[in-house]
């Protein structure tokens, strides 16, 4: 089945590491996005990513990094320079570089810093 | 900057009621826009996806209205049931391929 996969579903860091969440899809979308949800909040896009090799970053990457080598793949790591890491984090991909695109969203990845 | 509202935040109906759930954005420079549903702990799923020439969109029990020039769009689930209960947002994408999420609404369908 096409679709996006995030993992782990659940993972705990202690403060001081990185940690990176994995993002594939084989829906051979080209565009490809990390959002932040917090309780409360509606969703704050982190980074994204329109082609392979490319990527921008989103109203909140402070913290963040990511890579887009292969079209499947948009890793993003969570590093000790983020503040406040504890959140669900939600990939998403668009048949892109269209604007007309539908954004369809893996089932995420909930991050816990003890 | 594009900023998106849902009001209500939260919303409980009895079954059987029909659902109306509104979204406002407030640049109408708009390629598209997008509704969602979201079970607790869980990913978004795509409802609806309304292109910025469209007025509307059906799918099954689900309507989807769009009005560009007053900034609203409006979500409608006929014959609600207890399983409609779920967090409803919408998105809207502009410029440089980027969507804009509101709040959401926070739906409770009591049988």
């Known amino acids: 089945d096409g679709g996006i996969t995030q993992s782990p579903k659940y993972l705990f860091r202690k403060e001081g590491q990185n940690v990176t969440l994995s993002c594939e899809q084989n829906?051979?979308?080209?565009?490809m996005y990390w959002y932040r949800q917090d309780p409360g909040q509606g969703l704050r896009l982190i980074y994204y990513?329109?082609?392979?090799?490319?990527?921008q970053k989103g109203d909140i990457a402070e913290g963040y990094s990511v890579s887009r080598e292969k079209k499947e793949s948009f890793p993003l790591t969570v590093t000790s320079a983020q503040k406040n890491p504890t959140a669900f984090y939600l990939c998403?991909?668009?048949?892109?570089?269209?604007?007309?695109?539908?954004?369809?969203f893996g089932e995420g990845s909930r991050l816990t810093v003890l | 900057k594009q900023e998106v509202t849902q009001i209500p935040a939260a919303l409980s109906v009895p079954e059987g009621e029909n659902l109306v759930l509104n979204c406002s954005f407030t640049?109408?420079?708009?390629?598209?826009l997008q509704w969602f549903r979201q079970d607790p702990g869980k990913g978004l799923t795509s409802l609806l996806l309304?292109?910025?020439?469209?007025r509307e969109q059906t799918s099954g029990r689900l309507n989807a209205s769009l009005d560009k020039s007053s900034g609203r769009s409006t979500l409608y689930i006929a014959a609600s049931q207890p399983g409609d209960s779920a967090t409803y947002l919408c998105?809207?994408?502009?410029?440089?391929?980027?969507?804009?999420f509101g709040g959401g609404t926070r739906v409770l369908v009591k049988p």
């Open positions: 998403a991909s668009s048949s892109g570089p269209s604007n007309t695109g539908e954004l369809f």
């Open positions: 829906l051979n979308h080209d565009a």
């Open positions: 990513s329109q082609i392979v090799n490319d990527f």
């Open positions: 640049d109408s420079a708009i390629y598209n």
């Open positions: 309304i292109q910025s020439s469209q």
């Open positions: 998105a809207v994408k502009a410029a440089g391929n980027k969507l804009t």
